[in-house]
């Protein structure tokens, strides 16, 4: 039993009656009560202990035999496009939604549109988020055609799983003036139909990012005001007490800044603007402290796409694609290597930590090539650089990363939700066992993180602890079994370990005396669960400061 304590005077609140994990060491600690105080944890050990901290305004959270824990720190997702997903039509399969052919997909998006006609009215757009074309019945992408059956008049998007590609009808096509004459943009395709250069629909990368962001603009203001919103509720719900915006633009940082000046954010989140959009703006705005719970945090930098999709860059051949992909194919870079190498070399230079999307091996090859000489420019100063996703690695890229002092953010769900996909038909099945390699980077002393990438996944906490365990995919398959760790090392990477990827370890990531009162309570400990269950369990409550800011079964508090 831990006990620590800052002074005893009467508490706020205590929090007690459960399993209490503080997520403090390299091993599990347990404590029975905890006590907070003006947001600050002010003592965390026995119940006993707590009797110095009640007075007769203490609260006491009688937590009923229900576990609690540090809040989660999300490592990267991006909360305004999971408030773009909660309010569009939702396209996901199951078991998060029902749509497993095209004819399903065209019905929701009928069903939607007719459900929320003003909003179609208002911002001429009909938009579904989530479609994934390895699991739809037809295993590929709608065509134009298809989502004419929607409408021929409103533009009709139909967002990715992965957020990389989308497909659209007619009407969209017509609003970003895309033809057979139209050449593919640099770093992006615009897919075509069989022997001809006519569109047929499917936009990825930068063909499909300026529709987004065409689109944001009819929707206005207002509405984005709306999906930050609708996206931090997502994030609470599943326990986070700080979310991110991992790749934002000016317009939409000064949207989050709007929000957040409004008292609007119960919780804190932090962005990464664009690094290759504007710079400026990056130095000027970003901050090692909150306001009004957001700040700016650092840079993103996108070298490459989705892997589930077939656009990332991989250093070889993909496996067995699905689609028109020429012999050979191995996916492109989305940035030219000389704006990779800039822009590692301006965060170094300005001491600004960087995050860089790199999912195949040829995308993680140019990302330690940037590091390698930024870092002999400028030598390390803490910066944290974060690799994110990584999905696709080799053994001695994991080795550069500790020697380049990276941190790997990964995304384990892909062994669920692509793992079967990726055996497949990306990578094949042995360099499948590898994705998202957890262990390798335990193997080397190293930390990672996991994230959902939300909205690629929905933000769930718990099947993000499952997938990092388990690995199995959706037809039971483990994928990796050398890859797996244990619930302590996940939860470690979901806690504390994401505290530290964004410089907030002192204040985040675990429950001890002088930190944050962040928390979560779950339906039970996931340490004495069958492992097997780990995505059944529930997030009844988060905690932000002190304060309950989701709750799915009120805690009530008594009074002594």
Request: aromatic share 8%; charged share 20%.
């Amino acid at each position: 039993m831990s006990c620590n304590v800052a002074r005893a005077t009467p508490a706020d609140s205590v929090y007690t009656g459960g399993p209490i994990l503080t997520m403090a060491g390299e091993n599990p600690v347990y404590v029975e009560a905890v006590a907070v105080e003006d947001g600050k944890i002010v003592y965390a050990g026995t119940a006993e202990g707590t009797k110095a901290f009640t007075g007769t305004d203490t609260k006491t959270h009688d937590l009923a035999g229900r576990f609690m824990l540090p809040g989660f720190v999300d490592p990267h997702g991006h909360m305004v496009m999971g408030g773009i997903q909660a309010l569009s039509a939702n396209m996901l399969a199951p078991p998060d939604g029902k749509v497993t052919d095209i004819p399903e997909m065209v019905a929701t998006l009928k069903g939607w549109a007719t459900a929320n006609a003003g909003t179609v009215k208002k911002t001429n757009v009909i938009l579904g988020f989530g479609y994934d074309n390895a699991q739809l019945k037809e295993l590929r992408h709608p065509t134009k055609e298809e989502l004419d059956a929607v409408s021929t008049d409103v533009p009709v998007i139909v967002v990715h799983q992965s957020a990389h590609l989308a497909s659209v009808n007619s009407a969209a096509l017509k609003l970003m003036g895309y033809d057979a004459s139209t050449k593919d943009p640099e770093g992006g395709v615009i897919q075509r139909k069989p022997g001809v250069q006519e569109p047929n629909g499917t936009l990825e990368e930068t063909a499909f990012f300026p529709l987004i962001t065409k689109v944001l603009g009819q929707i206005g203001p207002m509405g984005m005001v709306a999906f930050a919103k609708a996206g931090e509720q997502q994030w609470k719900r599943y326990g986070y007490t700080t979310a991110q915006e991992a790749r934002s633009v000016p317009d939409v940082a000064r949207v989050l800044r709007q929000v957040a000046d409004q008292g609007a954010f119960s919780i804190d989140v932090i962005t990464f603007p664009d690094v290759l959009v504007d710079r400026d703006f990056i130095r000027e705005n970003v901050s090692s402290t909150y306001t009004n719970h957001f700040r700016v945090a650092g840079a993103k930098l996108t070298i490459d796409g989705s892997p589930q999709g077939f656009t990332a860059w991989r250093d070889r051949p993909y496996y067995a694609p699905i689609g028109n992909y020429p012999r050979g194919y191995s996916g492109y870079a989305a940035a030219k290597p000389e704006d990779v190498m800039g822009a590692v070399e301006w965060a170094f230079a300005n001491n600004i930590q960087i995050l860089t999307h790199a999912n195949g091996e040829a995308a993680s090859d140019l990302l330690i090539k940037a590091m390698d000489a930024a870092e002999k420019n400028h030598p390390y100063k803490d910066q944290r650089p974060v690799i994110i996703h990584g999905q696709f690695l080799r053994e001695d890229q994991m080795d550069s990363f500790k020697r380049l002092h990276m941190i790997p953010s990964l995304f384990p769900m892909h062994t669920y939700y692509w793992g079967d996909w990726h055996c497949a038909h990306t990578v094949g099945p042995e360099v499948c066992q590898n994705i998202s390699p957890t262990k390798w980077a335990r193997a080397r002393g190293m930390i990672f993180t996991t994230h959902s990438d939300a909205p690629v996944a929905l933000p769930d906490t718990m099947r993000v602890l499952d997938a990092t365990v388990t690995r199995r995919s959706r037809t039971g398959k483990v994928i990796g079994e050398a890859q797996k760790v244990d619930v302590y090392t996940a939860l470690r990477a979901m806690t504390i370990w994401p505290a530290f990827q964004i410089f907030e370890e002192k204040n985040k990531g675990s429950i001890e005396v002088g930190k944050e009162a962040d928390f979560v309570v779950l339906s039970a400990d996931p340490l004495k669960a069958d492992p097997e269950t780990l995505d059944q369990l529930k997030v009844l409550e988060t905690i932000k400061d002190g304060t309950t800011v989701y709750s799915a079964r009120q805690i009530q508090p008594s009074r002594p």
